[in-house]
């Protein structure tokens, strides 16, 4: 037999139990009410209750009898089985549900039936399983004035938007989602608060962000909050974006126009899949501006945006693009030294040093096998940019194109390798210079681009870079060109050399003879014995300028056997360390 009293003084609430009761272990007996906290008094044991010793209402003090007990073996599940029926709960797992994909089964057939992903298929691709954590997933769209709540939690979830952090291949990163089943993907005002709290977050730690940023633009008709603002210009989402101090991974996939193209276009490396469509504005703010009707299709295509630059990738469908930036976050982790096709690099340059040669076959035999990006193929066709891993250590590889204008610099090629050393510094990457150039490109038609400023672009970025820097000259190493090349001068890199096919000049050789010797040239009449006198000249530059001879004036710091060059760049970026994080921002152009 056992007595049940009470510990503190209090007021019977709630008698539970009548004498003769069988209570399994747990169960209440009485419930006792202190500072308008109910407390219940249990059962310590199995047991039949003979007698209960207080009433409803009754005050108790400490150590007041409440029930005798008996010990005995009874049938009963106990008590806490009810929890499983509580109403919060019930509340709670209903509300969660309207999340998922399968609440909107016509929604998420339609998204299938144009060839897209739903937006939690893309997150759930995206990081490693089980590691997401959802941020204000209960958010709905500001309409409450206008739509039952109800309605709102099935039509909205989410406000249109994922938003949260895990782990992408171990690395903490940070993920917005935009669900373009939601009101067309366009952002609202819940939408905003959702992106900035997690920008805000990601900030913290400098974490990675990447935005799945298809959709619409901004939401004119969020009534809940429309009385409260005139034009809602005061959004911070935009800013706080394009000042985070973390790599940023813009993702379009079908349409993204206005806020959502804003959002893509302040990211420092965008993806897009072949099926989007980018553009500052929609249809709607197309016809609003008096500018005709135009449909969504006719808006900034991806393979106009793959050739003015806007796309940085372009892929073939969201599960590429996804496979992609788990690829670029992958960067910064070390791996097991890969291998490259090093011989090949002997046969790369032709003997014949007017001869044009393909400078991805030189990037193809350098690289570890498999772990080549390149960035904006169809921009800039004059520069190569890419991400790569030599020996394993991931790189940013930027090449001169022979197959283009001879390898001379124009204006987008500049403006190409300057964004991508502005990258490259911002993510903390070393970065190999492969040069092959007779400098900028000159004349009236090309000043007409504004190359001044446009090539300048390279010397400014070159002169900020703060990682390791290697220069390998291939064969031409002519003027400006090359400077710009080396991050603005042959001195600049941690290490600059030269295979045994490079040339150096102020300016192209044949160039230097006919300015240097025109009027030596001209006093010759015969034609042969002119063009003769020319070769030698040109010939005797060619000695002069060759890699063996400059370097042994200290030109620059070594001639390498190429079969070397990965073992070469792989011994001084070891030496050279880490480089100190980038301070600059990663221009959008």
């Known amino acids: 037999m056992a007595i049940i009293r009470g510990e503190s003084v209090a007021v019977v609430a709630e008698i539970r139990v009548q004498p003769g009761d069988e209570v399994a272990k747990g169960a209440p007996l009485v419930v006792t009410e202190l500072m308008k906290m109910r407390h219940e008094i249990c059962a310590p044991h199995d047991g039949i209750v003979r007698a209960v010793h207080v009433s409803a209402g009754d005050e108790l003090s400490a150590g007041q009898a409440l029930v005798t007990l008996d010990a005995a073996e009874v049938a009963g599940t106990g008590a806490r089985a009810q929890e499983e029926t509580r109403p919060q709960f019930d ?43 959802e941020y204000g997933a209960l ?7 206008k739509h039952p709540l109800q309605d709102l939690r099935a039509r909205t979830p989410a406000d249109g938007i994922i938003c949260g952090i895990g782990t992408v291949g171990g690395r903490p990163v940070a993920a917005m989602a935009v669900d373009y089943t939601v009101l067309a993907g366009t952002q609202g005002f819940y939408h905003h608060r959702k992106m900035d709290r997690l920008i805000e977050v990601a900030g913290r730690d400098r974490l990675p962000i990447v935005v799945f940023a298809e959709g619409g633009g901004g939401r004119p008709n969020d009534h809940d ?20 101090r973390g790599p940023t991974i813009g993702i379009a996939a079908g349409y993204c126009f206005a806020g959502n193209a804003a959002i893509f276009g302040v990211c420092d490396l965008r993806i897009a899949t072949r099926d989007s469509w980018i553009g500052m504005g929609g249809p709607a703010m197309i016809e609003g501006g008096g500018l005709g009707v135009v449909e969504a299709t006719e808006i900034g295509p991806s393979e106009v945006q793959e050739e003015t630059g806007v796309i940085d ?42 001869r044009a040669y393909d400078m991805r076959d030189a990037i193809a035999a350098l690289v570890d096998a498999g772990s080549l990006i390149e960035l904006r193929r169809g921009f800039g066709t004059g520069m190569i940019t890419a991400f790569a891993r030599i020996a394993g250590r991931a790189v940013g590889l930027m090449a001169n194109n022979p197959l283009h204008l001879g390898g001379a ?60 820097l290697v220069t390998v000259i291939l064969r031409k190493a002519y003027g400006l060109g090359a400077m710009a090349m080396a991050g603005g001068g042959l001195d600049r890199p941690h290490f600059c050399c030269a295979w045994p096919t490079g040339e150096l000049g102020a300016m192209g050789l ?80």
């Not at 210009?233 to 706080?240: G, K, Y």
């Not at 300057?418 to 090309?446: N, S």
């Open 409 to 468: 610099i124009d204006a987008p090629a500049a403006d190409k390798g300057a964004r991508f050393l502005q990258l490259c510094d911002a993510w903390g990457l070393p970065v190999v210079t492969l040069c092959d150039t007779p400098g900028f490109m000159v004349g009236p038609e090309t000043e007409r681009t504004g190359q001044v400023a446009h090539v300048s672009r390279l010397f400014l970025a070159g002169a900020h870079f703060s990682q390791p």
């Open 139 to 145: 958010a709905v769209a500001a309409q409450r004035s």
């Open 91 to 133: 509340e709670f797992r209903a509300r969660m549900a309207l999340l998922e994909d399968a609440a909107r089964p016509e929604a998420v057939a339609r998204r299938h039936a144009k060839g897209f992903r739903t937006a939690r298929e893309n997150i759930a691709d995206l990081f490693d399983v089980g590691s997401f954590t």
């Open 510 to 589: 044949e160039g230097a003879v006919r300015l240097g010797f025109r009027d030596h040239l001209a006093g010759i009449a015969d034609p042969e014995a002119r063009e003769a006198e020319y070769r030698r000249l040109v010939d005797t530059l060619y000695e002069r300028g060759k890699a063996l001879n400059a370097a042994s004036v200290l030109e620059f710091d070594a001639v390498i056997d190429p079969a070397e060059t990965r073992a070469a760049i792989d011994r001084v970026l070891a030496a050279a360390g880490p480089g100190a994080p980038g301070q600059g921002y990663v221009d959008a152009w």
């Open 313 to 354: 990738l372009l892929t073939e469908d969201e599960a590429a693009v996804v496979a992609a930036a788990k690829a670029l976050l992958a960067l910064p982790e070390a791996y097991q030294a890969g291998r490259g096709a090093a011989e090949k690099l002997r046969q790369v340059v032709p003997a014949d040093r007017t």
């Open 225 to 244: 909050v429309a009385e409260l603002m005139v034009a809602g210009l005061n959004v911070p989402t935009f800013r706080q974006l394009a000042a985070h």
